[in-house]
Structure formats: C-alpha cells, structure tokens
C-alpha cells in the first residue's frame, strides 16, 4: 500500500526556470511533511519540511506548496540550477511516531 | 566530523553469506534507524533504536538483526544472505524518538551474486 504518491518519476528543466514535484498522501493522520535531496552516492538529506497548519513554507529558491482538503503537497524550486539536479522524495509522517514513509522519488535534471 | 558514518561504504559478498554493516552518530542523538533503498531508490524503513531499545521493526525477514550496543552506535547483521538483498542501506539518526528530523549517513551499497 503506496500511503504518499509522488510524481512525476522523472522531470527535466532549463536554468532558470521553476522545478514542480507533487505528492499526495492518504492517512489525514500524517502531520509532518518533509522533502529531501539526494545526490547520487551521498544520503538523503533534508531540505524543507512542513505542518499541516500552514499552506506554504519558503526557504530561499524552495517552497512547500501543503492543500490538507485535497491532501496533496509540492514542492517549487525557483531560479532552478544545475547543482539542484539530484533525487527528491517527499514524505510523511506522524509527530507521535518515528516512523517517516518515503514517496517514491522523481529524479530531476537542470540543463544548463 | 562527520555526523552520521557508516561502514563500509560498499560490500560485495556470495549467497549464503553472513556480512555486518555499522553505524556510528556523533550527533548526541537518542534514536537511531536502518533504512534500505532498493534499485528503484525506493526508501523504506527496517528498524528503530531509541536509546538501545528496539522501538520500531517493520516486516523484515528475521535473517536481519540490528544491535545497538550503545545509543551512538546501531549495526545491522544479515545472515545467510540472498540476492534479493542487494541494495543501498543507509543508517539515519534522530535527537528524539518523536522527533522527525533525520540525519542520513552516507550509505552502504550492498551486493549479493
């Protein structure tokens, strides 16, 4: 059971322009909702994260776009660049457990 | 100084075979996790320590037996391993049990022939 859909699996973009990752969840539950960054041979690390009780997080060129009605979330990368290419998994999870469930990744490629 | 490490880092071992993987946080964090990413980059979680306590073991085949020897430390055995077993295994840590913020190590890629 797929509890956090992301899409698309893959994504190119040019420089400069806006990186769009989605994901939807099912468990209304879930009230932690972090992205993380992997580069090929390093571990995932975290970018951004948000709670349920906000609709939008900014850091610097990323933002967490959260829709709790339609249980969906984003993730907007302005001004995208070639260093931002690497892997992106959302994800979810409970405040009151440990347990962090993983999207399924979409690989994203800046071109210069 | 680096703040979640592993080792080693690659590990390429025969069917059959029973193979360690160990994890070290200097963080001063209380919990501690195995994750496994398969060939698709699928993430998902094996197990949780929480201060040398087993808090967290999702459905994994009882050939893989984590031990936390101390609450900066979780290493992961596997016995009698299979080719199914081939994969990235990444050691991640948390301050608390409930606290959702995880700091990944590195990795250790796995391969079975």
């Known amino acids: 059971q797929q509890q956090v859909k992301q899409s698309p699996q893959s994504l190119i973009v040019q420089k400069g322009g806006i990186s769009i990752i989605n994901c939807a969840y099912e468990?209304?539950?879930?009230?932690?909702f972090p992205w993380y960054q992997q580069f090929p041979g390093k571990g995932p690390a975290l970018l951004i994260a948000?709670?349920?009780?906000?609709s939008e997080k900014k850091e610097g060129r990323f933002t967490i776009s959260f829709n709790k009605s339609a249980k969906q979330f984003s993730l907007h990368i302005m001004d995208s660049q070639p260093g931002d290419s690497a892997t992106y998994f959302c994800?979810?999870?409970?405040?009151?457990?440990?347990?962090?469930?993983f999207g399924s990744g979409t690989r994203l490629s800046i071109r210069p | 100084d680096t703040a979640v490490s592993q080792t080693p880092k690659y590990l390429v071992t025969q069917m059959g075979n029973d193979k360690s993987i160990k994890c070290e946080q200097n963080?001063?964090?209380?919990?501690m996790y195995w994750y496994k990413q398969d060939s698709k980059k699928f993430l998902k979680i094996m197990f949780s320590?929480?201060?040398?306590?087993?808090?967290i073991n999702e459905t994994v085949p009882n050939r893989f037996s984590p031990k936390s020897p101390d609450k900066a430390h979780l290493n992961l055995h596997i016995n009698s391993l299979e080719l199914g077993d081939s994969a990235v295994y990444f050691c991640?840590?948390?301050?608390?049990?409930?606290?959702?913020?995880?700091?990944f190590g590195p990795g250790t890629r796995l391969t079975v022939t």
């Open positions: 991640a840590s948390s301050l608390r049990a409930l606290e959702n913020e995880q700091y």
């Open positions: 468990n209304t539950a879930f009230d932690y």
């Open positions: 948000i709670r349920p009780d906000v």
């Open positions: 994800a979810a999870a409970y405040s009151s457990a440990s347990k962090i469930i």
């Open positions: 963080l001063g964090h209380d919990t």
């Open positions: 320590y929480n201060n040398k306590e087993l808090i």
